[in-house]
């Protein structure tokens, strides 16, 4: 857990573990998705009737649930599945297999019963009762899953993001601020809607481009060049960031604003001078640097 204690970038150092780990946080949502879904009703299914299992998947029409399924859930793995909503598209067809599935293997309406309670109730406590874990890997594949869309995960990451637009709006003038994400967490998204007034650019050091947004609208992806703010450098820029970043995410000589500890976000500043060192190959001080 990285909670206030600083993780300076190396000199030199290029960070290239952005697509690997937005690759590896889709696949644990991808994963938990199904097995959250979908599991618990294969798994009764297989325990109490192996064979009317195997009869019931065989008369169904797997062309049909494949089409359903098969494409939005590889693309949203392969894309982007950190909107929880967006994998309503595929798990739709996941309830209705998981409902047809225990229906049509239950040995009698007693078991049905009862192993529907059963599934019902497991659900509602996962829902109401996991709470995530802040530490990290391997306790953040498990978040990734599941556990972040439970009550006690949303809540967290609420009050989370309360603190951070609090903080910025009561430190940063938006007239001379700028604010940074990530690629690989997904904080952009909310950074973009909910501070619409300062200036968002969205990193992806594996790729060396940017996305630019203010207002709540968005530009095209574009590759580093010369200075990162292309429209006018500003004075100070924040750095918006899991607090269980990967290392070499907050900048050398950034002050830390808010987060850490039990929140999910962290805020670090950095005031821009000619002397501010690039920053995972973007170009933010030099020629970048407002005179003083």
Request: aromatic share 10%; charged share 15%; with cysteine.
């Amino acid at each position: 857990m990285v909670g206030t204690a600083r993780c300076a970038v190396r000199p030199g150092r290029r960070y290239t573990g952005a697509a690997a780990a937005a690759v590896r946080h889709d696949t644990a949502i991808t994963l938990g998705t199904l097995a959250l879904v979908i599991g618990p009703a294969v798994l009764f299914s297989v325990t109490s009737n192996y064979h009317k299992t195997v009869q019931w998947l065989e008369r169904q029409h797997k062309a049909f649930w494949a089409l359903w399924i098969g494409p939005a859930l590889v693309f949203l793995w392969l894309v982007d599945s950190t909107e929880p909503g967006h994998s309503l598209v595929y798990t739709v067809a996941l309830c209705a297999l998981a409902a047809g599935v225990i229906v049509g293997t239950a040995r009698s309406p007693t078991q049905l019963v009862a192993g529907g309670g059963l599934i019902t109730a497991i659900q509602v406590a996962l829902f109401l009762f996991a709470a995530p874990r802040a530490d990290k890997p391997p306790p953040w594949f498990a978040n990734s899953m599941f556990v972040n869309v439970t009550a006690s995960g949303l809540q967290q990451h609420q009050a989370s993001l309360d603190e951070t637009i609090r903080a910025i709006r009561s430190r940063l003038d938006p007239a001379d601020a700028a604010l940074v994400t990530v690629a690989g967490q997904d904080v952009y998204r909310s950074v973009m809607y909910y501070l619409p007034e300062y200036r968002t650019v969205h990193l992806d050091p594996a790729q060396r481009t940017f996305l630019a947004a203010q207002h709540r609208h968005q530009g095209s992806w574009r590759e580093a060049g010369g200075c990162l703010f292309v429209d006018g450098p500003p004075r100070r820029v924040a750095w918006i960031l899991w607090t269980s970043s990967e290392p070499g995410l907050v900048p050398a000589d950034a002050a830390h604003m808010s987060g850490g500890d039990g929140a999910r976000l962290q805020v670090w500043e950095v005031r821009l001078e000619r002397a501010t060192p690039d920053y995972l190959g973007f170009k933010l001080g030099g020629d970048c640097a407002v005179s003083r």
